[in-house]
Nanobody, 120 residues
Framework: QVQLVESGGGLVQPGGSMRLSCAAS????????MGWYRQTPGKQRELVAT???????DYADSVKGRFTVSRDNAKNTVYLQMNSLKPEDTAVYYC??????????????WGQGTQVTVSS
C-alpha cells in the first residue's frame, strides 16, 4: 500500500517561518512530480508549489520569494519551507505525489492534510 504522511504545521506568528514534510512509503518504484496544495473553508484546493524528479520547481504567484519546495529522492520526501508567513497563508496544506508503484498501485496520492495557522 502506498501512502503519504505529512508532518509539521501548527500556529505561527505573522512574519514567522515553518517547514512541512511529506514522506511517501510503500511499494514505490519511482515518483514523478511532488508538490503542495492548500485549501481554506469554502474554497477550492489551490496549487502552492511543485517539484519534478529532476528538481525543477514551480510556485503560485502568491508564495513566490517566500516559499521553497524541495525533495529528497532517496527518502521519497518533499518539503515546503515557508518564510515571511502571512495570515492569508492560513489553510490546510496537502502534499501530493504522482507515484509509479508495484502491484498496479500507480497513481496520484494525497497526504492527510496539516493545518497551518498564521496569527498573532
Amino acid at each position: 500500500q502506498v501512502q503519504l504522511v505529512e508532518s509539521g504545521g501548527g500556529l505561527v506568528q505573522p512574519g514567522g517561518s515553518m517547514r512541512l514534510s511529506c514522506a511517501a512509503s510503500g511499494s514505490i518504484f519511482s515518483i514523478n512530480n511532488m508538490g503542495w496544495y492548500r485549501q481554506t473553508p469554502g474554497k477550492q484546493r489551490e496549487l502552492v508549489a511543485t517539484v519534478t524528479s529532476q528538481g525543477t520547481t514551480d510556485y503560485a504567484d502568491s508564495v513566490k520569494g517566500r516559499f521553497t519546495v524541495s525533495r529528497d529522492n532517496a527518502k521519497n520526501t518533499v518539503y515546503l519551507q515557508m518564510n515571511s508567513l502571512k495570515p492569508e497563508d492560513t489553510a490546510v496544506y496537502y502534499c501530493n505525489a504522482n507515484i509509479v508503484a508495484f502491484a498496479f498501485r500507480s497513481g496520484t496520492y494525497w497526504g492527510q492534510g496539516t493545518q497551518v495557522t498564521v496569527s498573532s
